[in-house]
């Protein structure tokens, strides 16, 4: 009875001040959109992972398609469970701005490349940046993340150049 009373009152709350009241939780439908996104954005990434990156010298278009919409639905689940406000806010942050362009460019540049232009170079090219950027979306909320990143980037470099060298 007590915990009716208070949830009334709670819900009655203008905006913020219902946010710090209930410690900032998020909603059942928040919550609901948020599994139902990323369930389904894991889901597509996982098919073009294992169907269509093995093709993808064959079929680049249909991996960066599926593994775009995979991404899109990720980082949509996030603004339903944040809210678009909170998300942007988030992503347009100084620390969080290169990885936020890179991510969504590579994206926009997939679709696009693969989608309006068909070209098989472009959008090879730009399924790979996808690829880049989002382990380095996601290494970056990680502490130390992007600089084990940038670290293992930089053996690979001298591992390529080093085959090359006499």
Do not use: D, W
Not at 79 to 104: D, I, T, Y
């Amino acid at each position: 009875m007590f915990s009716s009373r208070v949830t009334t009152r709670v819900t009655n709350l203008p905006g913020n001040v219902q946010t710090a009241a209930t410690g900032g939780l998020p909603s059942r439908n928040q919550l609901l959109y948020f599994s139902i996104m990323l369930g389904a954005g894991c889901f597509f990434i996982f098919i073009s992972l294992v169907m269509f990156l093995p093709l993808i010298v064959l079929m680049p278009a249909k991996f960066a398609s599926c593994f775009s919409l995979g991404s899109c639905l990720v980082i949509g689940s996030f603004f339903a469970l944040k809210g678009p406000r909170a998300q942007l806010a988030h992503m347009m942050s100084k620390e969080r701005l290169p990885f936020s362009v890179a991510f969504v460019g590579s994206m926009v540049g997939a679709i696009y490349s693969s989608v309006i232009m068909h070209s098989y170079l472009l959008c090879l090219l730009f399924s790979a940046l996808q690829i880049l950027a989002l382990l380095y979306y996601v290494l970056s909320y990680f502490p130390g993340g992007t600089a084990g990143l940038k670290f293992m980037l930089s053996m690979m470099k001298n591992m390529i150049l080093g085959c090359f060298r006499r």
